[in-house]
């Protein structure tokens, strides 16, 4: 049973940063691709950055430039690093990984005040 964990998110100020971690149980066979999506209230659920096992990158752009993605394929974990946050990066964000199947986290809240 593969369960994603996500630590990392709070409350900070405008121009603030915060680190996101996601770390997999349950497989011992590195996941095709790796990332974050974010839910604001009342809207949809966006990709905010992926990363495949090679180590290519895709980010949406509202935060290119702001937040780096990375993994550790050993260790089966993914990590968003944060900086310059906005007012309008205040969402719940969910960790996803992919392989044959689709897994995501249980979400963790990200509140960035003005």
């Known amino acids: 049973q593969v369960q994603l964990v996500e630590s990392g998110g709070g409350l900070v100020q405008a121009g603030g940063s915060l680190r996101l971690s996601c770390a997999a149980s349950?497989?011992?066979?590195?996941?095709?691709?790796m990332g974050w999506y974010r839910q604001a209230p009342g809207k949809q659920r966006e990709l905010v950055a992926i990363?495949?096992?090679?180590?290519?990158?895709n980010y949406a752009d509202s935060v290119k430039g702001r937040f780096t993605i990375s993994r550790d394929n050993a260790e089966n974990t993914v990590s968003l690093q944060m900086n310059s946050l906005k007012p309008e990066d205040t969402a719940v964000y969910y960790c996803?990984?992919?392989?044959?199947?689709?897994?995501w986290g249980q979400g963790t809240q990200v509140t960035v005040s003005s």
């Open positions: 990363i495949s096992i090679g180590g290519s990158t």
């Open positions: 996803y990984a992919g392989r044959r199947a689709s897994y």
């Open positions: 349950g497989s011992t066979v590195s996941f095709i691709t």
